[in-house]
């Protein structure tokens, strides 16, 4: 338990007395929310949720693989 405690520390400590890192750590959460909640809504649609009724995930990847390999 000691030795997660002094890394908290170690951490903690440093992020603290960061100045310019701050601003650029925000800067790169930013980014990333962007690129991982923003884009995948407009860019990456959830396809599995159009397989018909009945048919199971596995099967509609594997038919859809075939058919865009085939055109």
């Known amino acids: 338990m000691n030795i997660i405690k002094r890394i ?6 440093g992020f603290r007395s960061m100045t310019l890192g701050k601003t650029l750590w925000l800067i790169i959460l930013i980014k990333l929310f962007i690129m991982f909640f923003i884009l995948k809504l407009f860019f990456f649609p959830n396809f599995l949720n159009s397989r018909p009724e009945g048919e199971s ?3 509609f990847v594997g038919k859809e693989l075939i058919n865009r390999a085939n055109p």
């Open 8 to 13: 908290w520390n170690f951490y903690y400590e």
């Open 57 to 59: 995930k596995e099967e």
